[in-house]
């Protein structure tokens, strides 16, 4: 079996006008990027402009890629991050904290036949999420990175401009406020237990 090709050679051949590789890299990447920005703005509809917006800039060239300075994948995180924090700056009051992401909904309605189960689920997801957003920005973004994407912190590093120890001191900073803004009911638990049903459902 063919082994599948790495982010740079899809990248390099969608360079070259490849549609199909292209596509490819889009379906691999879309997914965290999409998370990172909905978790990072607080907005569906914000984080779908934003992972559009991310690909159209590395299939224009806007932001001028390097492989020896990082990853695609930090790359990508990276451009999401600069718009993230554009669009913060522009509507910031605005950002709406009530908004439910369809996929959250149904993935735990499929995984919770009881209609009880189903709503407590949502319910602790929601706080959860409300508790990643509340958080401020520079604890925020290494939550999302480390916790929910499971970003080693080399490459959050990297993504945010800012030394390794600078992740490690502000992950623990986030994960005490965490515990801090959970109910008391999952208290108990580390965040990181905590944050693994909004990483698996949204």
């Known amino acids: ?102 996929e959250a909904v149904s993935a735990a309605n499929d995984s919770a036949p009881d209609p009880y189960d189903a709503l407590n689920e949502r319910e602790r997801i929601e706080a959860l999420r409300r508790a990643v957003v509340s958080l401020p920005r520079r604890y925020r973004e290494v939550v999302v990175l480390c916790d929910l994407e499971e970003m080693d912190y080399a490459d959050a590093a990297a993504v945010l401009g800012c030394p390794i120890g600078t992740v490690r001191s502000r992950l623990h900073r986030a994960r005490g406020l965490l515990l801090e803004k959970l109910d008391r009911g999952h208290r108990s638990r580390s965040p990181v237990q905590a944050l693994k049903p909004v990483r698996c459902l949204i």
């Open 1 to 102: 079996m063919t082994p599948p090709e790495t982010d740079d050679e899809l990248f390099t051949a969608a360079q070259r006008g490849d549609e199909e590789a292209f596509l490819a890299l889009y379906r691999r990447r879309q997914g965290a990027i999409y998370r990172f920005a909905m978790h990072m703005s607080g907005s569906t509809a914000a984080a779908e402009d934003i992972t559009q917006e991310v690909f159209l800039a590395l299939l224009r060239g806007d932001w001028g890629y390097d492989p020896e300075r990082g990853s695609l994948s930090s790359y990508l995180f990276g451009i999401a991050r600069k718009l993230v924090l554009r669009q913060l700056e522009r509507t910031y009051a605005d950002v709406s904290l009530d908004e439910h992401p369809p």
